[in-house]
């Protein structure tokens, strides 16, 4: 079996994917925690020497390290023959929501919810143009979430890993209750919560804290 070695901090959600996906395929990996908020995957050292993108997370798979949620994924789906397309209308449709996720959903919330809660004085104007465009992503997402049981239909995918993981962290984190504001996606959150092996964000992914100003 492969060794895994898994590059995070505990407040990113596209770790969390991944961890999450490891963990749902029977897999155990070991966590490297990263000190995103000392600014090191910004430091040429840490681009040189792990990842040349400066992102995180970083999966290293038997040595070779692996970057970019999204792929990563479809890998994993592919490698244990869980959770990805079974046909070529359901690949499509994967890549499709993953592809809206990373560019819409994860892409803004990730933002907004670090400009909200892990900055000292967050700009009020950004976070109002933030959650506008949030509030439009989350309604897509609600009205496909009423027919559907998860992103591709009756069952779970990568795609439902990658669109719930920034929205799985505490409501004081994120701004949104889904529970009143969006129905449909708090139902799905818990069918996603109710898959065997699930673990929430911060017990999945331990390790010191970002502070938190909100």
């Known amino acids: 079996m492969p060794i895994y070695r898994l590059h995070y901090f505990p407040e990113s959600g596209n770790s969390y994917k991944l961890a999450l996906m490891l ?11 990263t000190d995103f908020g000392g600014g090191v995957t910004r430091t040429p050292q840490w681009r040189q020497t792990v990842n040349p993108m400066g992102e995180i997370p970083v999966l290293e798979e038997d ?3 692996l970057t970019q949620t999204a792929p990563i994924l479809l890998k994993l789906a592919e ?8 046909t070529a209308a359901e690949k499509f449709e994967v890549l499709r929501w993953l592809f809206w996720d990373n560019h819409k959903l994860t892409g803004y919330m990730a933002t907004y919810r670090y400009h909200r809660t892990f900055t000292p004085a967050p700009d009020p104007h950004v976070l109002t143009y933030f959650r506008k465009r949030l509030d439009d992503f989350l309604a897509i997402l609600e009205q496909h979430l009423q027919r559907n049981a998860f992103a591709i239909g009756d069952r779970p995918t990568v795609a439902d890993f990658s669109m719930i993981a920034y929205l799985s962290f505490p409501v004081d984190e994120t701004g949104y209750d889904f529970a009143v504001s969006h129905p449909a996606i708090s139902a799905w959150l818990a069918r996603v919560a109710s898959l065997p092996g699930w673990r929430s964000p911060y017990d999945l992914l331990p390790g010191k804290r970002l502070t938190h100003y909100v």
Request: proline share 5%; charged share 25%; hydrophobic share 25%.
């Open 63 to 65: 040595g070779e390290r």
């Open 23 to 33: 963990t749902l395929c029977g897999q155990t990996f070991e966590p490297v925690w």
């Open 79 to 86: 490698q244990y023959g869980r959770f990805g397309g079974e």
